[in-house]
């Protein structure tokens, strides 16, 4: 069973930063992506960003020109820098990986943005 841990997450300031890793467990086979979900109260969860075995990625447009995914294959891996921060950027972070046979979620971390 393959287990995603989420870090990074925490309280900061309007226009602050913060780094989120993802790590998965062990090495997945035949992924197709990689991705950041995030969920406020209330609200559906939504895709943040995403990044394909090609390398390519996609973004919300809410976070365009603020948020980077990247991943390090060799350390099972999958980040998301978080630049400009807006309070509405609160929520909770998920990240997932897609591969040929399965989903997998992690437990989320927390974000919060303050004003």
């Known amino acids: 069973q393959v287990q995603l841990v989420e870090s990074g997450g925490g309280l900061v300031q309007t226009g602050g930063a913060l780094r989120l890793s993802c790590v998965a467990s062990r090495s997945i086979g035949s992924i197709i992506a990689m991705a950041w979900h995030r969920q406020c109260p209330g609200k559906q969860r939504e895709l943040v960003a995403r990044?394909?075995?090609?390398?390519?990625?996609n973004y919300a447009d809410s976070v365009k020109g603020r948020f980077t995914i990247s991943r390090d294959n060799a350390k099972n891996t999958v980040y998301l820098q978080m630049n400009e921060l807006e309070p509405e950027d609160t929520a909770v972070y998920y990240c997932?990986?897609?591969?040929?046979?399965?989903?997998?979620w992690g437990q989320g971390t927390q974000v919060t943005v303050s004003s």
């Open positions: 990044i394909f075995s090609t390398s390519a990625t």
């Open positions: 997932s990986v897609i591969s040929s046979s399965n989903v997998y």
